[in-house]
């Protein structure tokens, strides 16, 4: 039983904090001890029995503080549960199916042997810090595509797998 975790993320904008926030709401209901944490100001994650560790997509790839975090504690990691999430399309594709992980983030799974992946769609609003962003946002491609009950429902069943339960 995972009594003690860290939920962590890469967020530029705050879309991807707000979801971390919810998936460490979900385990604190489920009675676990959550720790909620930016990607780049955690050091160490020995203390924690479990990690979900989060990252925004930018041009197909993962938040750079997330990369950078799974890269300074990969071998803590690799000795603990570990799930992940990327937050990311300004489209409803995420509520409407299983959208694999990209590329970078397939190889952390692989050497991590994280338990699960999972995207959920992205938020990008006005005053979103970033050329980038500011581009996307006059072509009209904004918008706020997460969906809380998806995500609260990949939470729960996360939160089973750490308690040992059976789900699913």
Known sequence: ???????TYGTTNGSTARIADTVADVLRKEG????TAPAGTVRDVTPYDAVVA???LYAGRWHKDARRFVRR?????????VWLFSS???????????????PGVRRIMDRLDAREHVTFGGCLEEGAKGR????I???GKGGDFRDFAHIEEW???????MRGVRVG
Do not use: K
């Open 88 to 102: 990311g399309p300004l489209d409803p594709s995420a509520s409407e199916r299983d959208i694999p992980p990209v």
């Open 32 to 35: 676990l001890t959550v720790e």
């Open 137 to 139: 946002l006059r072509g």
């Open 155 to 161: 939470a729960a069943r996360v939160a089973a797998e």
């Open 54 to 56: 989060g990252g925004a």
């Open 73 to 81: 504690n990969r071998r803590a990691l690799s000795e603990r549960p």
């Open 1 to 7: 039983m995972a009594a003690n975790v860290l939920v």
């Open 132 to 135: 980038v962003a500011g581009m």
